[in-house]
């Protein structure tokens, strides 16, 4: 074939001058990058032992050295080859790299000849200085080149990046790899071992070591940890346990101690290793993503705009592929290694998996699985995290699970199971220890039962460490938890607790002394009355009677609940102490009740933080599960709220009934407030004039005859000794409310009365004066509350009279067809409107209100 056509023309006299000028430079580029470099090549291949020298280098100033020698060396074979394509030599593309092939007819050209040479040396050393420092020790240590080697104060240097520059001493071998493989002759390469793919496999391994060093101290820690452990026959938590006592006490010490604030301040900063698995762990998959991110960020920014450029973008993406690769299964090796180790070093979780719900541990037992529980699920969450972070960087693992992931799931079911049963142990002990506790200070008489307060911690935390796994099958198997601990069906929970009065009644001692002694009482719970039982029981093992019996640690009080309240009085407890009893069992309903709202919104906030992290438009088929299953434990939670409240209500009204007077409201002898109230409706005389009115209406008179007794009756001394909660309170007022007007009503109904004008107006007052006193009582007990949180409404107190105030705007009515401009609805079948039949009884009660006229009335209500 004939190429005379399109063969290059040769070099003009001045272009080979110019050649010849830029081979000259590119080889003085070199000799003085070789003369530079050479104590620090020498130092990096161990060819002497210059301590002295070594001193002044870092391993941020050797790598910086090298790049502005190699970058000295790229831009003298950049001008190089930028005067082969002037001369006509070469092609270069329109970024200014050579075309590949564009060579190939002028290859005996004595000029190219002479730079082809020049490029290969260049290649060779860019490619040795490169190699020999990606393949190098640290002067610190026996790691490789890092940012984050720790030794003997290289302040100096501690701001000069290592990574950036390796990264782009890399860059710079493959491009002038890429640029010798254009131009020079196959046979006449630098050195067969120096090619991309091998410049790669040792980049790929110095981010390796670079992680693995990173890694070391951490492990090493650990390391040293186990083997102490295995030496002296114990668990790793045991020794750490040890070194956090130790160090309490010593700090107790020097705290005491006014004159050695410095020691104490050492004390604190001591050597308490903490959670040196999780810690281990971090360090790992921390070094490894912030090695990795920005190669993976380097790899995705990279878009060819030349052929020549497309050739060695795809190398740059081997290479950082191929890195964050490796760096991936390194750090999932290191991790998976360090997780096998956690189960096996702690003493908490081998009891915990040993004991049955029935066991009772010590306080150092108890501390020690909860330290090993914070720290597993501490693991799980940066474990998920990595995972979520590895599917991003590494798009190659595709759908399969990875050697963490299968750690995780491991571990997720491990937590979950070891979480469940730690809670259910803390709250069968918590059952064993409950009493009455008090709620809030300043207020010593107001008691609730301490295993409201305590589940209630127990469920918070087992929720926020499940939360902190970031695994969705840790946290709904808690949440199914927690929802069988508070729901009214579990024979084991608290509503069960409640029922039968468990931790209702204390020592009536320790009752008397909080009743006498209001001014010098503290609550015996500030943050948990749980474990600060449990830490009395296990300092003061000697009182024999305060321990719970070891056959049945289950079992209720003597009295306590509704049956023992209203059933039969047994051991001849007396009526104090069963009312006590009474009012400290709804006080526990009422916070059960807001216990269970707010572990409601605990979920709800889970709910929320998950949707927020993955709309419903981007998850997956598992993840819709997940989230119903929290969506369940947020409703069924606040069911569980709504049914303590009905709970609540329905023991009110019986206490209510039992105290002021029951359903046998109109067969009794008026010994109780509401049964009088009653007897004092049914004699009074309504059919009265005006100069009647004046002393029938008289505030002495109606305050000795209705509001006295109900002041003085037993449930309102009880109240007025701050014994009820402001809820409770509420509903009492609310139950009394509607039993008086039931029998308000229920009198005007059975015809017992008959009414003028005058009569409906004192019936009116007497009806304001009963809704202010049960108002009063709600008001007075929420201003003496310090924890109120928002104003006390009144108004459901006032809507059990509703039917009342009906009755009584038709009593005062001037006519029968007066009360059809009213905006009542009348004749509805709300139970806060009357009916028609009793629109007409009531106004049969006037004495001059006319049969046909209340007739004709009905009869338009009715239509």
Known sequence: MDHDDDALPPPSVANAESIV????????????????LRPIMAIMEEQIQADDKIKDYSDGKIVQDCLGAVERIFGSIGVLVSRLADGGLILLDEQGNPQS????????????????????????????????????????????????TRGHGEEEHHSLPVQPCMARLTELTLRILQTEMTIVAPGNCSSEEISSSSLIEAYADYQRRCVRTRSKP?????????RIAASQGCYVSDILDEERRRQQFDTGIHLGDDDNGEDSES?????????????????????????????A?????????????????????????????????????????VGSWFVADQSGLANLEQSTEDDTHTRSDLLSIESSLEEMAFMCQVVARYCEFSKQMVPSNGPGTSKLQDLLTENSLHYSTLETRLATMQFRQALSLASPQLIELGRPALQVPSIVEDAHYICVRAIERASGTRSEQAIWTVGHFVCEIWGANESKGVYNALMEGIGCVGDSSTHENSANDSTTTSPAKIDNAFAAALLEAVDGGGDDQAKPSRSNPNSAPPSGGLSALFGSRRNGESQQNRIDSELCSLNGIAAASNSCSALSNLFRELVDEKNHEAPSSSRGPGEDSDSSMLTFARDELASHSQSYMRLLKKHVHALVSELCGGDDLFDCDGQLCLQNLRLFIEGEVYSINSASLSSLESDDRLESAIIGPIRRSKLFEEIAMDKCDAVVVLHIAEAMSTKTSEII?????????RFNEWGAMLLSKQVR?????????????????????????????????????????????????????????????DDTNLTTHEIEKIMNLRDDFNEEAIARVCIQIAS
């Open 297 to 337: 960020a380097w790899r995705d920014a990279l878009a060819p705009t030349s052929e020549g450029d497309n050739e060695l973008c795809l190398q740059i993406q081997r290479l950082c592929q191929e890195s964050v690769e490796t760096l991936d299964n390194e750090a999932q090796t290191l991790a998976t290694t």
């Open 769 to 829: 004066l009963l809704q202010n006193v049960y108002c009063e009582l709600v008001l007075e007990i929420a201003n003496s509350s310090e924890t109120a949180s928002a104003p006390v409404n009144t108004a459901s107190v006032l809507q059990q009279f509703e039917k009342v105030k009906q009755a009584v705007s038709i009593l005062q009515l001037e006519k029968p067809s007066d009360w059809l401009s009213f905006s009542y609805k009348v004749g509805d079948s």
């Open 745 to 753: 009503l229920q009198t005007l109904l059975r015809g017992c009365c």
């Open 101 to 148: 092939e564009s060579s190939k007819d002028n290859r005996d050209d004595v000029y190219l000849l002479m730079a082809s040479n020049c490029i290969a040396k260049a290649s060779g050393f860019i490619g040795h200085q490169c190699f020999t420092l990606l393949e190098g020790d640290s002067m610190i240590d026996d790691g490789p080149l890092d940012d984050y």
């Open 218 to 226: 951490s492990i090493t820690s650990l390391a040293e940890l186990r």
């Open 267 to 295: 004390c604190e900063g001591g050597t308490a290793r903490g959670q040196p698995h999780a810690q281990a762990m971090t360090v790992i998959l921390g070094e490894a993503s912030s090695l990795m991110q920005p190669l």
């Open 21 to 36: 000028n830029g081979i000259q430079q590119c080889q003085l580029a070199m000799e003085e990058s070789r003369l530079s």
